[in-house]
Structure formats: structure tokens, C-alpha cells
């Protein structure tokens, strides 16, 4: 076995299932020690939000947290600010004031809780049906407005305005270049709209767990590679499943 860097969604992806997630934190401490792997966890949560996770389901703390889909990035998760070298990419082109006036113009979007917004992330809640009617219209009056953004929609229910240089797929590049992983290395996981960055932005491995929904599977029969696996198990299980399929989990370990 081999060290890799493991880069999962939290929601629906590695919490769902509290034994295979226990199964699966053993063996990722044996490479950690074994091999030098790491672990980073990417979530569309804000850091408030992470804790509240993290405590409620025992979660290990990961070597790197990147938050708020991507447009923060942590590596002391009591740390009270992000990482200013990432953060710092992110401001080019982008003027939270004009985002929120451009997007004010759309009645069906309902704005998430203060929360969730975040310096570089702005996010609303909107129906399926909506989201598709809207999205074109708001693209372009993004940028009307200068404003170099892009529009993620996941769970078909969330709505998250980014710089265009932010995002869970870049996010997991930075690192994996900051600490010298291949992108054959490299191993993505999720569930949902927000990971399809994750999949689509480079050659590291993907893992789709069995329990995927519908936005991303969709996206997966349009981008099928054989860098990306599909499992067939849910949630952490998946994982595993997964990161067996691409040789980072022996038969025998993590059983
Ligand atoms: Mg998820």
C-alpha cells in the first residue's frame, strides 16, 4: 500500500454510517503512521457548522479543513482564521456588494443563514425547478456587474455564489501541490452537486459514493473516466469500497 491523500465530503459521504466510519478512520490512522497519508475534509459547511459535526460525531481532525465550498481553508481546525495565502487568491474580481445586489433581482432565492455567509461565499436556498430557470438569467447579471463568479448547486435545495478561483476542486489542488501528491495520489470523495468540482477539475481518483444524488450521478454519466469509481456501498463504506478499487486499502485492511 501506498500514500495517498484522501480528500472527502463530510455530509453523506464520510458521516451516514458510524461503523463503516470507525472502520475506516483505523485504517486511515494506519497510513497516516504506516505511510505518511493524509486526510482532508471539504465541506460546504461553515467552520461554526464543522464543530458542531465534528463534536456530535466524534470526528478525527482532519491535517487540512476546507470549508464554505472551498473558499476557506484551515490547517489548525481551532485556528480563528483561514489560510491567507488561499484566501488571498480569491479576492481578484470579486465584490461581495455587487453579488448581492445582482442576485437581489431573483424573488425565488431565499438567503442561507448569516452562518453560512462567509467573506468569499454567498448562499441562498432555491427549489430544483427554480434553480433552473434562474441560473442563466443570474450568471448573466453576475456578469453584467464585473463579477467573475461561479454558481454552485447542490442537494437540489442549496445555491452558493463563489470568486471563480475558489471551489472544492482547486482547494484540493492547492494542497495536494502544497504537500507534494501526485494527482494519481489524490482521492476524491462525495455525494453531491458541490463535489462534482472535485471531480471534474483535474486527473486525481474520485470516489462516488453508492448513495450519490441525483445532480452529481447525472454528471457522472456525462463525464464517465476510469479514474472515477462509482461504488456500490453507501457512505463510508463507499470509501472503502472505493479506495480499495484503486489499491489504497489492501483486501485485508479496514476489514
Ligand atoms: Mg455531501
Redesign the pocket.
Known amino acids: 500500500m501506498t500514500r495517498f491523500l484522501l480528500v472527502t465530503?463530510?455530509?453523506?459521504?464520510l458521516v451516514g454510517d458510524a461503523d463503516a466510519l470507525r472502520q475506516l478512520d483505523r485504517f486511515l490512522a494506519a497510513s497516516k503512521a504506516r505511510h505518511g497519508s493524509r486526510v482532508v475534509y471539504s465541506?460546504?459547511r461553515s467552520l461554526t457548522l464543522y464543530h458542531e459535526l465534528a463534536a456530535e460525531r466524534g470526528l478525527p481532525p482532519p491535517d487540512a479543513l476546507v470549508t464554505a465550498v472551498g473558499t476557506e481553508i484551515y490547517f489548525e481546525i481551532d485556528a480563528a482564521v483561514a489560510d491567507p495565502a488561499w484566501s488571498g487568491q480569491l479576492a481578484d474580481g470579486w465584490d461581495r456588494q455587487q453579488v448581492a445586489a445582482a442576485a437581489g433581482g431573483f424573488g425565488d432565492l431565499q438567503a442561507q443563514p448569516a452562518s453560512e455567509q462567509r467573506p468569499y461565499k454567498i448562499s441562498y436556498f432555491v427549489a430544483a425547478q427554480a434553480a433552473a430557470e434562474i441560473l442563466p438569467g443570474l450568471h448573466t447579471a453576475l456578469a453584467a456587474r464585473g463579477q467573475r463568479t461561479q454558481l454552485v448547486y447542490?442537494?437540489e435545495r442549496h445555491l452558493d455564489i463563489l470568486p471563480a478561483g475558489a471551489g472544492k476542486g482547486l482547494a484540493m489542488q492547492y494542497l495536494r501541490r502544497l504537500w507534494g501528491f501526485a494527482a494519481a495520489q489524490t482521492v476524491a470523495c462525495?455525494?453531491?452537486g458541490?463535489?462534482i468540482a472535485l471531480f471534474g477539475v483535474g486527473q486525481e481518483r474520485g470516489i462516488i459514493v453508492g448513495n450519490a444524488?441525483p445532480e452529481l450521478l447525472r454528471w457522472v454519466r456525462c463525464n464517465a473516466a476510469g479514474r472515477l469509481y462509482l461504488a456500490r456501498a453507501h457512505h463510508a463504506k463507499g470509501i472503502i469500497e472505493g479506495l480499495r478499487h484503486f489499491g489504497f486499502l489492501g483486501g485485508d485492511e479496514g476489514a
Open positions: 465530503d463530510l455530509d453523506d459521504t465541506t460546504g447542490s442537494g462525495g455525494d453531491s458541490n463535489d444524488r
